[in-house]
């Protein structure tokens, strides 16, 4: 087979897959965005307690944003009926993390849990 068939038939897989692919995700990053999505949570509450204050909101964007570098550089594949009906047809998730806003909210739960490896899993659990 040549590369050229070879890399025409891994494209067409993705293509038929009806979710994301993702790259390997070492422990160390599972541990890094457990502890990011933790950090975001806290100073989410330190935002909304009374008397927070919009700094605490602040660096809840920037660990955001962290998130979603991590989880962008991660996506391989991404189905078109995850994405919003107006993203652009070209996205670049790996190389540009706000790529990722153009996620539909009701996926942008089971993509965290794909790349954190928690859906991974729960599919061992069942087996």
């Known amino acids: 087979m040549t590369e050229a068939n070879r890399v025409g038939k891994n494209l067409r897989v993705l293509e038929a897959s009806d979710r994301p692919v993702i790259t390997a995700v070492s422990w160390g990053d599972v541990r ?46 991404m189905p078109r009926d995850w994405l919003v009906e107006e993203a652009p047809e070209e996205l670049d998730f790996r190389n540009d993390p706000n790529a990722i806003e153009w996620v539909r909210a009701d996926k942008f739960e089971k993509l965290v849990a794909l790349v954190a490896g928690q859906e991974a899993a729960s599919e061992a659990k069942k087996s």
């Open 32 to 77: 890094r965005l457990s502890r990011l999505q933790m950090l975001y949570q806290y100073h989410l509450k330190e935002a909304s307690r009374e008397g927070g204050s919009l700094e605490s909101l602040d660096l809840a964007d920037e660990v955001m944003n962290k998130i979603q570098a991590e989880i962008s550089k991660r996506i391989v594949y």
